[in-house]
C-alpha cells in the first residue's frame, strides 16, 4: 500500500462581475470624473448580488463604494470652492478699487 496524499480541493465562490467593474469603473474616475458615478451604482449592484447568491467580490464592491463616494465628494467640495471664489473674487477687487480711489477736493 502506498500512501498518497489526498488532493486538496478548494472550491471558490465565483467573482461577482458587477462588484469588479463598479471598482474599475470607480478607479477610472479619479482619471476622468465621469465613471464614478456610474462605479457607486455598479458596486452597489454587486453588493446586493453577493448578499444574495453568496459569490465573492465584497471586498471589490466596498472599495469600489469607498473610491467613487470619495471622488464624488472631492468633485461637489472642489465645486463650492470654484462657486465661493467667484463670488469673493470680484467683490474683493471691487473693494480694493474703491478703497484706492482718493477724493480730489
Not at 15 to 37: D, E
Given at each position: 500500500m502506498t500512501n498518497t496524499p489526498a488532493k486538496a480541493t478548494m472550491s471558490t465562490a465565483p467573482?461577482?462581475?458587477?462588484?469588479?467593474?463598479?471598482?474599475?469603473?470607480?478607479?477610472?474616475?479619479?482619471?476622468?470624473?465621469?465613471?464614478?458615478?456610474?462605479g457607486i451604482v455598479l458596486s452597489h449592484i454587486g453588493l446586493s448580488q453577493i448578499k444574495r447568491t453568496g459569490e465573492s467580490g465584497h471586498g471589490f464592491a466596498v472599495a469600489g463604494l469607498v473610491v467613487g463616494y470619495c471622488l464624488?465628494?472631492?468633485?461637489?467640495?472642489?465645486?463650492?470652492?470654484?462657486?465661493v471664489l467667484a463670488v469673493l473674487f470680484p467683490l474683493l477687487f471691487v473693494n480694493a478699487l474703491a478703497s484706492t480711489r482718493h477724493s480730489v477736493s
Open positions: 467573482l461577482n462581475t458587477m462588484a469588479l467593474v463598479g471598482f474599475i469603473l470607480s478607479l477610472c474616475g479619479a482619471a476622468t470624473g465621469i465613471t464614478a458615478i456610474p464624488v465628494g472631492l468633485s461637489v467640495l472642489g465645486i463650492i470652492v470654484i462657486v
